[in-house]
């Protein structure tokens, strides 16, 4: 969630007073942080919502300006949410099948924040395995691994991509975390040469990867399920929209 601070008008408020009231608000936005994450984790509550998370980013990300832009914006509340409560990523390990130095590696501590537990190096059959059999786990994957080739677990889907923006995506995040529809939404599906060729009768898609005959592939929007024989569906996530 996004919450806003109100400065008092330009006119009745000084450089020193400015900083000590925003940082009050900040305080106690924190609280309020704080309270709903302890109550959360207090109920049971499966804390990543990850479609109504991806919308309050681009809510985030709508708010640049000539001081900062939307994506400063959106990785500074990440690192603010990790250090001042360790709140959505505080309950989960993330495991990255890549290497530390990578890109995609350093989405993911842009992403979740400094603050939490992040290791790499990962192989990713291990990594697939492993997060079906805890829910303490989010899993990192490359987009060019050939992990895709084999089914994944039933408990498993994607449920995001990183970088969260249109058309960046290094690797996909996934884990035992039901995909939710966000305003903006892509399905990643695999298939073989005649179902693809039946799926670019009805949908919009990109091709990410082809080995052995076998393609991955993005759709437009959410989808739960396609009636294509010989289709399969590994998740959906919502994006951010730059355009």
Not at 41 to 59: F, H, M, S, Y
Not at 147 to 165: D, E, H, Q, R, Y
């Amino acid at each position: 969630f996004f919450l806003m601070i109100r400065l008092p008008l330009r006119s009745t408020l000084s450089s020193s007073s400015a900083s000590s009231y925003v940082y009050k608000r900040q305080l106690q936005r924190a609280e309020i942080v704080k309270t709903i994450s302890s109550i959360k984790a207090t109920e049971g509550v499966d804390i990543l919502k990850p479609g109504r998370e991806i919308d309050l980013l681009e809510n985030l990300y709508s708010k640049a300006n000539t001081h900062l832009d939307g994506k400063s914006i959106l990785y500074m509340w990440r690192e603010i949410i990790s250090t001042i409560t360790n709140s959505v990523q505080s309950s989960f390990e993330i495991v990255v099948a890549d290497k530390q130095a990578s890109e995609l590696s350093k989405e993911v501590r842009n992403y979740y924040g400094s603050k939490a537990k992040q290791t790499f190096d990962h192989e990713s059959a291990k990594v697939i395995k492993e997060i079906s059999e805890s829910k303490n786990l989010i899993a990192v994957l490359p987009i060019e691994n050939d992990w895709w080739l084999n089914s994944l677990p039933k408990n498993i889907n994607i449920f995001g991509c990183l970088p969260v923006f249109e058309n960046d995506c290094l690797g996909f995040l996934l884990g035992q975390v039901n995909p939710e529809r966000a305003r903006n939404n892509k399905s990643i599906l695999v298939c073989n040469e005649e179902s693809k060729n039946w799926i670019s009768q009805k949908y919009n898609f990109t091709i990410i990867s082809n080995l052995q005959d076998k393609f991955m592939i993005s759709v437009d929007e959410y989808y739960e399920d396609i009636e294509i024989k010989g289709v399969s569906i590994l998740g959906s996530f919502g994006y951010i929209k730059t355009g």
